[in-house]
């Protein structure tokens, strides 16, 4: 039901723009989040953005570089990321869900993913 779109490859330091779409969900009643995965890695949280009030939270690994946004009209959240490291290599995925404020971060709070979307940044 989410589509995540804008992965690509890209030198250390430069940028990209996810974006996650979805013609079924109302986004404006979910938290939205991205969680990213590195090969032979965990899932992991990203950056989250709350359906009530619309606050932030990154992951202490990206803050300060990454920035999620959502636009409720269309249904989309991106994810600008800049100042990409090679660290930074995963697939990245979008995710919707109701968490309460203390488990923001916490994947199995979140019930729709999309299927994914692979950023390669190169050193």
């Known amino acids: 039901q989410l589509q995540a779109s804008g992965g690509g490859l890209v030198q250390a330091g430069g940028s990209l723009k996810l974006s996650c779409a979805s013609s079924?969900?109302?986004?404006?009643?979910?938290?939205m989040a991205w969680f990213r995965q590195a090969p032979g890695k965990e899932r992991e949280f990203v950056a989250a953005?709350?359906?009530?009030?619309?606050?932030?939270r990154y992951a202490d690994s990206v803050k300060d570089r990454f920035t999620i946004s959502r636009e409720n009209a269309k249904n989309t959240v991106h994810l600008q990321m800049n100042s990409l490291k090679p660290e930074d290599t995963a697939v990245y995925y979008c995710?919707?869900?109701?968490?309460?404020?203390?488990?923001?971060?916490?994947?199995?709070?979140?019930?729709?993913w999309g299927q994914g979307t692979l950023v390669t940044v190169s050193s």
């Open positions: 995710a919707a869900g109701r968490p309460i404020t203390s488990e923001t971060m916490t994947r199995s709070m979140y019930y729709y």
């Open positions: 079924t969900l109302t986004f404006s009643s979910y938290t």
């Open positions: 953005i709350r359906w009530h009030g619309g606050s932030t």
